[in-house]
């Protein structure tokens, strides 16, 4: 069992940055491939990045290539998105998701899922 807790949201102006941490329980974190979705009001929750579990391999959205990274710090059981650039139209909650395949891109094939973060972006 993998237990996900998301933080690091908030409310930030266009063009501003945040950086999102998914703190996870357990000894195996290194075995997991991870990833980020988020969920806006009334959408479906979508891809935004995933990093492979030893860290070398990364995916991302088109939407949010250039500006967030993904990565992540197995001695501290932790991954990150550093999203820089922000806009009004990355405002969603935000996931963390955790499997042990990786290069994963759709909600449904990852097992485990944190309660999320709030992320919102004013114009």
């Known amino acids: 069992q993998v237990q996900l807790v998301e933080s690091g949201g908030g409310l930030v102006q266009a063009g501003g940055s945040l950086r999102l941490s998914c703190a996870t329980s357990?000894?195996?974190?290194?075995?997991?491939?991870m990833g980020w979705f988020r969920q806006a009001p009334g959408k479906e929750r979508e891809f935004v990045a995933a990093?492979?579990?030893?860290?070398?391999?990364?995916y991302y959205a088109d939407s949010v290539k250039g500006r967030f990274t993904i990565s992540r710090g197995n001695a501290k059981n932790t991954v990150y998105l550093q999203m820089n650039s922000l806009k009004p139209e990355d405002t969603a909650v935000y996931y963390c998701a955790a499997d042990r395949r990786e290069g994963l891109l759709h909600p449904y094939q990852y097992t485990y899922w944190g309660q999320g973060t709030q992320v919102t972006v004013s114009s």
């Open positions: 990093v492979s579990a030893s860290g070398v391999n990364r």
């Open positions: 357990g000894r195996t974190f290194s075995s997991y491939a």
